[in-house]
């Protein structure tokens, strides 16, 4: 399924599929393991691979680029997945 521009959080739900089929591990991709079950569900290509508790290891990512915002960052990261999640189910057929 193609990730449409149109989607709130597209942009960060592309590049971590993208990582992920690259074998990066980046914020994005560890967002995109965090929603996996539902984006598999709407009907994304998300690898059944997934890492051992991916919400820590983007809390240690976010942490270790600025400490200080890495609460805040990782509370608009998951509220971006969740409206992108939603939009998704809305226009999936």
């Not at 980046?26 to 290509?45: C, F, K, N, Q, T």
């Not at 983007?58 to 509220?79: C, F, G, P, V």
């Not at 971006?80 to 999936?92: D, I, M, N, Q, Y």
Request: hydrophobic share 40%.
């Amino acid at each position: 399924m193609e990730v449409s521009d149109a989607l709130p959080g597209a942009e960060l739900i592309r590049k971590g599929l993208i990582d992920l089929g690259d074998g990066v591990e980046s914020i994005e991709a560890l967002l995109v393991l965090i929603g996996a079950p539902r984006l598999r569900r709407i009907g994304y290509d998300v690898p059944d691979d997934t890492p051992f508790l991916p919400e820590d290891r983007l809390w240690e990512k976010l942490s270790q680029e600025n400490s200080d915002t890495a609460h805040s960052r990782y509370n608009a990261l998951i509220r971006r997945l969740v409206s992108f999640e939603r939009a998704s189910e809305c226009v999936s057929p």
